[in-house]
Every structure is written in C-alpha cells, then in structure tokens.
C-alpha cells in the first residue's frame, strides 16, 4: 500500500506514540525495573541512531502521571510504527504500553 498523498506541499506522514503505565508498571525499583529500563533506554537509542525516531524522551510529570514517554517516528505504515514499539523491551515486558496516531508535519520541522 502506497503512503497517501501529503494534504500540502512539504509535509511528511509521521507518528507519534505517547508511552502510557502497563499492566506491569510499579513505582518501585526493582531489579527488574531496573533491567528492564537499562534495555528500552538502548532500545530507543538505536531506533533514534538508525534515522526511525525523531524525538524521544519522557514526560516531566509527577511521578503518578499515567504518562510516561513520547516518541515522534518517521515509518513506512502504521504497522511499522506499531512494530517499532512493539519491539520495546519495556512494552514486550508489560511496564510500559502505547497509544500511536499519525500525523502530518512539515519536514524542515523534523529534520528529514
């Protein structure tokens, strides 16, 4: 399937991903919580490395925000992009899950 047509000159098809609380999420620092963030911190420095994410980083909020992150992505498809956070160790271990949407933004804005 081919990308739709931009509704004006110069803007690029993207998607965000807002990170929220998982059905395994938990204030507490555990070992686990700790290995757990110490691979999705690598995870999302390598998609960001390999040009698919533009901005990451989380939200400052307090600590009891169902928020947790942001993640703005350049993907081929909104199942790409849905595959690039499935890939998360954090998602794939339950700490963190995601809302995704697609939206146009103009290029020079992004970087690409």
Same mark, same amino acid.
């Given at each position: 399937?081919?990308?739709?047509?931009?509704?004006?000159?110069?803007?690029?098809?993207?998607?965000?991903?807002?990170?929220?609380?998982?059905?395994?999420?938990?204030?507490?620092?555990? $070992?686990?919580?700790?290995?757990? *963030?110490?691979?999705? @911190? %690598? #995870?999302?420095?390598?998609?960001?490395?390999? /040009?698919?994410?533009?901005?990451?980083?989380?939200?400052?909020?307090?600590?009891?925000?169902?928020?947790?992150?942001?993640?703005?992505?350049?993907?081929?498809?909104?199942?790409?992009?849905?595959?690039?956070? $499935?890939?998360?160790?954090?998602? *794939?271990?339950?700490? @963190? %899950? #995601?809302?995704?949407?697609?939206?146009?933004? /103009?290029?020079?804005?992004?970087?690409?």
């Amino acid at each position: 399937m081919s990308a739709p047509e931009a509704p004006a000159p110069g803007l690029g098809l993207y998607y965000l991903a807002i990170y929220i609380r998982g059905a395994k999420w938990s204030p507490e620092v555990t $070992d686990f919580v700790r290995e757990t *963030q110490d691979r999705h @911190l %690598a #995870y999302n420095d390598e998609m960001y490395r390999k /040009g698919h994410y533009k901005l990451v980083g989380p939200f400052h909020q307090p600590h009891d925000s169902r928020w947790r992150g942001i993640i703005l992505m350049k993907a081929e498809s909104m199942e790409q992009a849905s595959a690039f956070m $499935d890939g998360d160790p954090a998602v *794939q271990a339950g700490r @963190l %899950a #995601y809302e995704i949407s697609s939206l146009w933004l /103009g290029k020079e804005t992004v970087g690409d």
